[in-house]
């Protein structure tokens, strides 16, 4: 693409210089020079979050004058969500790690809220006057119109009787206060707000019992629309507004795991039929009312809308006919949605951001994700397809360095985390920061992987350690066999279960790589499965126990699929990367890792970071990983 694209009579142009050089490692390793964007409902303005690697700046600017309007630094706040109330206030959701006391026995991440107003640039927090309530939040705020007004909703915790309870809370822009809309019960599992600012279904769950509890109401009285018991990992769940003011969608899993959207009514009309919840579906709400006006899902490499008004429909086919052959993905909307942010990935240009107004059938160039790299910097990033040992048909993606000839090129394998989760098309930072070193890059959507069908995810059931590592290797061995990579030069990379799938490379699947590198890595199963126990509940380990293929924590399955239990067969040298603030993976699985690999007089390197969570929201730490990964891989596999 030409990053902007003409929509009919646009006109956008520009040009970039290409480097006879990559691009050094801070370009792609820093923060996003645009992180967030939002605008604000009558599509007047845009609240941008952009970075210099590090340091947060909030710029506000008129979209038809691009002036800024207002401009300051959040410095390295952890900003998490940010959207507007009305045209004069901002909501940001930002987090922190912390471990409150009387609270659990490890860290958490907490969310709070705040308040920025626009004419008196004042930044207030969110909560802090909450009668017997914590400063935290525990869902995304709620805006509706209410008599005229923006009114934003929060759902916080209530204390009564020593016990927190999940209740509703109203603000008061003008002066940041809080009011207590209903009280949760000890069971109240989630709340919904209607179009019009009253609540209008209670979501409960008996975690003894088992049972579930969906309430709507009509008038005033709460009555029971739905109730199921619960089975482990399958419990029902509240879902939202439905397609008018009247409709509540939750869902439901049969006995196979088979999920099902239904509707309960509070005008007592008849409800929708059941329909299948698709697989990666994400359901599109209107900006104002909460409403769904249509959904969204990744189809192998596609993103594709679906809108149910054909206005908005038809809008959307212009926006993508802008930008022809990339994959374009909505990012803010005005709230007659006539100005749509987007976000457009290319193959060539990497990421960048735009502003189409339909109206006027203009493009406003917004910038790049990443401002430092060019069209010379960006790896090609292409489907492959190949075949396990056992004959399942794999997917996934290979980044090959620019200028290189795809013949004999040293690999890195860049298992994703999750594992129910998956590797999908466009720019990944650090793939391309590998890439721009002269490596080929090999992500596997491995079995377990979520978004390509039950099937699929199911598959890596009883699998973890097992085929789902060996569908890594069986890549290399694919890519070996077409010549593409030099089999003797492979070296694995990942974070979180990547992090696992990195180290038992090394320790489980021996002689195919030649280093490896963990960011955050689980490491020792059964001290993992406890510690999630006490920081998740009971019903959290099944998650785990599911893919391990254990009965309990005593299974000794788990110490045959530890890493840091099979050291003696480790080879090739490891580096360890942990932060201290990961509320996720606890620091002490690499610090297990590492002591028993020095006990053993085997090669590592470990590296602790001060401040860093499990998710690299710091650009110090991020470019810290990064550079301290591509250092030691050049040092235990060249590229040359």
Known sequence: ????????????????GAPATAAPLGAYGKLPSMEMLSISPSGSSIAVITTDGEQRVLTVRNLSTNEVVFKARTDAAKIRQMQWAGEQDILFVTSTTSKPLFIGNSKREWSMAFALNLPSRKLRPLMQDAYGGMNTIFDAPVIRTVRGEPTVFLMGIMFSG??????????????????????????????????????VAHELFDSKSRRWTLRVRDAQPWRQAASANAAPLLAPYLIGLGRDANSVLYALADEKGDWTVHEARTDGATPAEVTPLLDEQSLIRDPQSGLVIGHYRLVGDDAQYTFYDPKDAKAWRTVMAAFKGDRVELESWSADRRKIAVSVDSAREGLAYAVIDLDSKRATWLGPAYADLTTADIALKQSVSFKAADGRTLSGYLTTPNGSTPKDLPLIVFPHGGPASRDAPGFDWWAQ???????AVLQVNFRGSDGFGRELLEAGHGEWGRKMQTDLSDGVRHLAGQGVIDPKRVCIVGASYGGYAALAGAALDAGVYRCAVSFAG??????????????GGKSTPLYWNRFMGSDDSRDPILVAMSPAAQVAKIKIPILLIHGKDDTVVPLEQSRMMASALQNAGKPVEFITQNGADHWLSRGDTRLQTLTATMAFVEKHNPPN
């Open 1 to 16: 693409m030409t990053i902007i694209r003409v929509l009919a009579t646009l006109a956008v142009a520009f040009c970039l």
């Open 162 to 199: 020593g016990e927190g309870l999940l209740s509703v809370f109203r603000i008061d822009l003008a002066t940041a206060t809080s009011r207590l809309v209903e009280q949760g019960l000890s069971t109240t599992q989630d709340w919904l707000i209607g179009v019009d600012g009253k609540l």
């Open 433 to 439: 920061g590998m890439a721009s070193r002269g490596y």
């Open 522 to 535: 689980l490491s020792n199963l059964r001290p993992f499965i406890e510690w999630s126990k006490l920081k």
